[in-house]
């Protein structure tokens, strides 16, 4: 059987990865480090057969004080991704990520420039997919200019959304899903340039999306477990940041 020693350092977001592949090769009875000596002229052509370095995708969820928050995270780390929940007071140049998830708040948080913290700045400025979930919906709603206030019918529970476009967070996802709200406000209208993509039939913006930028809003929790296919929903999002992140 052959011996080689491959290792691979590679550092992202404060962790260390190490790979250490080891194989010995007893043909040759030659001493290791003589072995090494010549594993020079080898290294192109094995290269060619080891697999490559994963990308690591970091995608930060930042907390606007929804009961949920930690479900947001704890779905982004069951599909692989690295990922930390970080107050919505955190200055912009301490952030550090591929994607960003503004949570939902509690009653009326949407509304409040205050309570969301320096997430008008995360919006404007952070450069990355940005995907807000209720109040964090509404607030990228409001902040972009469009209008959010009370629903007609506040929703509660399980409610049957309609997918109106598949887009890139619903794609091969049914026409209609059974979707967890918890909302007593919602967005009225759209700010510039934002699409809608579902509705129900008390909300016509379940979800939206901006038409040139990678900003996305859902009135309803994907990450609560009575929302179907809120896990596809997510790794959609996932698949947007690393697709920007390639770019």
């Known amino acids: 059987m052959g011996i080689s020693i ?133 607030f990228m709603a409001t902040h972009l200019g469009g209008k959010a206030g009370p629903s007609k019918i506040p929703e509660f529970g399980k409610m049957m959304v309609t997918i109106d476009s598949e887009d890139d967070l619903f794609k091969g996802l049914p026409e209609t899903l059974v979707a967890w709200e918890s909302h007593n406000d919602e967005v009225l209208e759209m700010p510039p340039d934002f699409v809608s993509l579902a509705h129900s039939d008390n909300c016509k913006i379940q979800a939206m999306k901006h038409t040139s930028k990678p900003l996305y809003g859902l009135q309803f929790h994907p990450e609560v477990e009575h929302t179907d296919n809120g896990y596809e929903m997510f790794q959609a999002f996932i698949d947007i940041c690393e697709a920007y992140k390639k770019a």
């Open 6 to 138: 491959l290792f691979n350092l590679w550092t992202m977001a404060d962790q260390v990865d190490l790979y250490i592949e080891l194989v010995l090769d007893g043909t040759s009875g030659r001493p290791l480090y003589d072995w090494l000596s010549n594993r020079q002229s080898l290294h192109l052509a094995e290269d060619l057969y080891l697999p490559a370095v994963p990308l690591i995708m970091r995608i930060l969820v930042v907390d606007n004080g929804g009961q949920w928050t930690h479900r947001e995270w704890r779905v982004l780390r069951d599909l692989g991704v690295e990922s930390e929940i970080i107050a919505n007071t955190t200055p912009l140049e301490n952030i550090k990520a591929d994607g960003l998830v503004l949570s939902g708040g509690s009653p009326r948080v949407g509304l409040d420039q205050e309570k969301m913290g320096k997430c008008g700045d995360y919006i404007d400025k952070a450069g990355v997919p940005i995907l807000g979930i209720c109040a964090g919906h509404q």
